[in-house]
Nanobody, 121 residues
Framework: QVQLVESGGGLVQPGGSLRLSCAAS????????MKWYRQAPGLERDLVAH????????NYADSVKGRFTISRDNDKSLVYLQMNSLKPEDTAVYYC??????????????WGQGTQVTVSS
């Protein structure tokens, strides 16, 4: 069955770094764009970063540009989010998402269970 399993979250001080990982299984990873979302308490789930299926293009939310880097390893079915210069406002549950649109416009999307990131002194 399809699984997306995030890891790497935790408690970090402001200015610190974390690297999140998402291990995918049960689908053809290299055919899917991968995204990281985050959701803080009481707020909507927001897109943080996106990487194309072949890794050739990335996009970031303005709030994380220059601090976060998304990458992927299609051989290992892994996607990463390197987070540097973390701020308290980065505190949220971070979710891994896989998505592709089929030739018939059917959208296939899968979600992980999330990993908590807390930035606090």
């Amino acid at each position: 069955q399809v699984q997306l399993v995030e890891s790497g979250g935790g408690l970090v001080q402001p200015g610190g770094s974390l690297r999140l990982s998402c291990a995918a299984s049960g689908f053809t990873f290299s055919r899917y764009a991968m995204k990281w979302y985050r959701q803080a308490p009481g707020l909507e789930r927001d897109l943080v970063a996106h990487i194309r299926s072949d890794g050739g293009s990335t996009n970031y939310a303005d709030s994380v540009k220059g601090r976060f880097t998304i990458s992927r390893d299609n051989d290992k079915s892994l996607v990463y989010l390197q987070m540097n210069s973390l701020k308290p406002e980065d505190t949220a549950v971070y979710y891994c998402n896989a998505e592709r649109v089929g030739r018939d416009a059917t959208r296939y999307t899968y979600w992980g269970q999330g990993t908590q990131v807390t930035v606090s002194s």
